[in-house]
């Protein structure tokens, strides 16, 4: 299987949210690591003996219980502890665990963001894939400029789930994901931007970026 390529994101600190929102507040997180690129079809197709339509495709379709399934795969692909362990439907991540395991919120803005304060790292026409360039799905991963962690795709071409609860305060079980897609405007593609699914939920412009690395808020 093609190597998960991914980048160190040093801890530290940046503000959360833009001046759209009702939200502003300081983000602070641990050193952690995160995926070069959205996990892409050839990844997932090599993980169950399929082949790829596209292979540099970011892999969409995947429901946040399924990409929680695909960074357990990963972590045995690799030879690590999977993160997260099963009671039906009720997932229990291990703090413990060395392996792979989806962001947080707030790490995967403080990613996304590289330090930038403002709705995004830079024109939104060169460094993400939108409604604007008149697509009918995702697109190769890689191809527009990457933020200053080097990170590729973080804003359009496909949103990507992270591990929160999409309304902590609520009762839905929906799970949050983030950074806009190939079928949005270019004014909603932003580091702030965020939506949710039911956990068995599966779109067409959504995928999945992997993490590592101690969980926030566990030991």
Do not use: K
Request: glycine letters at 12%; one cysteine or more.
């Amino acid at each position: 299987m093609s190597d998960v390529e991914m980048a160190r994101i040093a801890a530290g600190s940046v503000l959360r949210g833009d001046l759209r929102g009702v939200e502003r507040r300081e983000i602070v997180v641990e050193t952690f690591e995160i995926g070069v690129y959205p996990v892409t079809e050839e990844q997932v197709a090599d993980l169950i003996g399929i082949p790829a339509r596209n292979p540099r495709h970011p892999a969409t379709e995947i429901s946040w219980l399924r990409a929680i399934r695909l960074c357990n795969a990963l972590s045995e692909w690799e030879g690590l502890d999977p993160v997260y362990s099963f009671d039906g439907e009720v997932v229990r991540p291990d703090p413990d665990s060395d392996g792979f395991r989806l962001p947080t919120e707030d790490e995967w803005e403080y990613a996304c963001r590289a330090g930038a304060t403002g709705p995004a790292y830079g024109p939104v026409r060169d460094i993400a894939w939108t409604a604007a360039d008149g697509l009918r799905g995702p697109v190769d991963v890689g191809g527009r400029m990457p933020n200053l962690h080097g990170l590729f795709d973080t804003l359009g071409n496909v949103w990507e789930w992270c591990s929160d609860l999409y309304d902590p305060e609520g009762e839905s079980d929906a799970r949050v994901f983030r950074g806009g897609g190939w079928s949005d405007a270019p004014a909603q593609v932003r580091a702030a931007a965020r939506r949710g699914g039911r956990p068995r939920d599966a779109f067409d412009d959504v995928g999945v970026r992997v993490a590592r690395g101690p969980i926030p808020g566990h030991g």
